[in-house]
């Protein structure tokens, strides 16, 4: 079972900043959260993670709730090629093996 | 440097063959991981490789499903007796030990 909830759609104008919500309200002490993004027909492209800190790296910003039950990556100037599916993932230990556990992401459409 | 790479990028085959799908990692990488996207869905973790350990396959649908790795390189998921229900991308990652994964750009499975 998906640990994360995410909107299944999301509109951005061009040049605004995007702000994709999830929630992972049962995510463990130890257990990561991975953002990932999906452009039509290709491979899942890594963006950003984090455990309890926020972080910033060159494509986005990941922000982290103290509590850890949600966290909002931000796309700071939507451009039109970063309509794609956004997955927010929590990586899970199971019997020694780090695996994702993806949900059905949020199809966000950034509007020219 | 070299993503990871798998072939065919497309596969037609008729209920009931067998199918093979490639991936080769990125060069170092030390864990291997396939997935299975079907149409609008999330991805299913499959199997896992890591070093010299035995491999998790406990995501395996059934034992139609079979994965192998030659040490840290090539590795080769065989479906026997292809269903349509297996008609799917089929998804492979590499990562250096736990860390983050990278994904190729998929082999589109369709069983006719």
């Known amino acids: 079972d998906a640990k994360t909830t995410q909107p299944t759609s999301m509109d951005c104008a061009e040049g605004r900043a995007a702000n994709l919500p999830c929630n992972h309200s049962t995510i463990s002490g130890n257990e990561y959260v991975y953002w990932y993004r999906q452009i039509h027909s290709q491979g899942p492209q890594y963006i950003i993670h984090g455990l309890k800190n926020n972080e910033t790296n060159e494509m986005a910003s990941l922000i982290i709730t103290e509590d850890r039950k949600s966290s909002t990556l931000i796309l700071p100037h939507a451009t039109l090629r970063d309509t794609a599916v956004y997955y927010c993932i929590v990586r899970v230990r199971d019997s020694g093996t780090y695996k994702y556990i993806f949900g059905t992401g949020t199809r966000l459409k950034v509007l020219a | 440097g070299a993503g990871v790479s798998q072939s065919p990028s497309n596969k037609v085959t008729e209920k009931g063959k067998d199918v093979e799908l490639r991936c080769d990692p990125i060069s170092g990488h030390t864990a291997l991981y396939w997935y299975r996207q079907r149409l609008g869905q999330g991805l299913e973790f499959l199997i896992y490789f890591q070093g010299n350990s035995a491999p998790d396959k406990s995501g395996l649908p059934s034992d139609r499903f079979s994965a192998e790795r030659t040490g840290e390189s090539v590795s080769t998921l065989t479906i026997q007796r292809t269903q349509q229900e297996d008609s799917a991308v089929y998804l492979c990652?590499?990562?250096?030990?736990?860390?983050?994964?990278?994904f190729g750009p998929g082999t589109r499975l369709t069983v006719l």
């Open positions: 990652a590499s990562s250096h030990l736990a860390d983050t994964q990278y």
